[in-house]
């Protein structure tokens, strides 16, 4: 009772005792199927909310959850004004994570929204049935986690495909276009890019070249963070970025993109040689700055092998400061 309380409270919503006694014992005593329910009597009538939550008939609570969830989003749509476009909408945004804008909703709205005032409305149907909240003073959106939870991330290529290309797009316009100190700025991007990091690392194993090409672009987009915040995750991204390249290169020999992927092959490893180098792993370092300076010389690239050279020696005068002083 005391949670149902609290939960109304916090959304401004006026409950007797009785009702955040029954409410909760109908809800199974569950706190997320408190909240939920609590969440949906901005817009559902009191007895309709216990109704529902007193007809599930799951032994499993989480079940339970899951079950009153897409009941809900079904009743949205089939009563709430603009509840199908809300219903295909909260169905293509499982993807996001954290905290989003309006442009990455816009970015993968189905094709049933044909303009942004639609767009609008269906995201302020999805906000009364409490499936996602807006902040207004940041501008940004959240979904609720448990609609997440319980519709998964859709099985649609091409819609992963939008949601790569425009947070690929966020990195660049954060980590290559402005300056390391304005980045903190963007920390509400993370997530999103972060999770973009892990989904195309996973992809990869599938041997498919649109995840090949989405996986050079995201780390060429990210290089610059790696080399600033040196996060293991991050080194990842580089190291696969490379393998991307790589697999790219394999299918498209004598193709006019073999000059500009052998670019991409020694931008990489110049930058695993810097993660190399920082970690301390001196060998490993100079044997990428050397494959990054064969590949400039392939290319003609005057200025990437200069970067080879240089960064190559001051990593063997590190390596030799080193040796010198644990023999002393």
């Known amino acids: 009772a005391q949670l149902a309380f609290d939960f109304a409270n916090s959304q401004n919503i006026t409950l007797t005792p009785d009702q955040a006694d029954e409410l909760g014992r109908s809800a199974r005593q569950h706190p997320r199927l408190i909240e939920f329910a609590i969440g949906q009597l901005h817009e559902t009538p009191y007895r309709t909310v216990i109704r529902r939550l007193e007809t599930l008939n799951h032994a499993d609570t989480e079940a339970a959850l899951y079950d009153i969830i897409i009941k809900t989003l079904e009743q949205m749509r089939d009563t709430a004004p603009n509840?199908?476009?809300?219903?295909?909408?909260?169905?293509?945004?499982?993807?996001?994570?954290?905290?989003?804008?309006?442009?990455?909703?816009?970015?993968?709205?189905?094709?049933?929204?044909?303009?942004?005032?639609?767009?609008?409305?269906?995201?302020?149907?999805?906000?009364?049935?409490?499936?996602?909240?807006?902040?207004?003073?940041?501008?940004?959106?959240?979904?609720?986690?448990?609609?997440?939870?319980?519709?998964?991330?859709?099985?649609?290529?091409?819609?992963?495909?939008?949601?790569?290309?425009?947070?690929?797009?966020?990195?660049?316009?954060?980590?290559?276009?402005?300056?390391p100190e304005q980045w903190h700025e963007h920390d509400a991007d993370m997530p999103n890019i972060a999770y973009l990091g892990e989904q195309l690392m996973a992809n990869i194993s599938q041997d498919r070249v649109d995840d090949y090409q989405r996986m050079r672009w995201f780390a060429k987009a990210t290089i610059r963070y790696v080399a600033r915040r040196a996060e293991a995750r991050a080194g990842a991204w580089v190291q696969v970025g490379l393998q991307a390249v790589q697999a790219l290169k394999a299918r498209q020999r004598g193709s006019r993109q073999q000059r500009e992927l052998t670019k991409d092959e020694a931008i990489f490893y110049n930058n695993l040689g810097f993660i190399h180098s920082i970690s301390g792993e001196h060998q490993q370092a100079l044997d990428c700055y050397q494959q990054a300076l064969a590949l400039n010389v392939e290319t003609n690239s005057i200025g990437g092998e200069a970067l080879a050279l240089v960064t190559g020696h001051l990593v063997q005068h590190r390596a030799f400061a080193m040796h010198h002083f644990i023999v002393r």
């Open 83 to 179: 509840g199908n476009l809300a219903y295909d909408l909260i169905h293509n945004m499982t993807w996001l994570q954290g905290t989003f804008p309006l442009d990455a909703v816009n970015a993968l709205k189905p094709t049933t929204i044909t303009d942004e005032d639609l767009l609008i409305d269906a995201l302020t149907t999805l906000q009364r049935y409490q499936f996602v909240r807006y902040d207004p003073i940041t501008e940004r959106y959240r979904l609720e986690p448990l609609v997440v939870e319980t519709l998964g991330v859709p099985q649609d290529d091409r819609l992963f495909g939008k949601y790569a290309l425009y947070y690929t797009t966020c990195a660049s316009r954060i980590f290559r276009d402005l300056p």
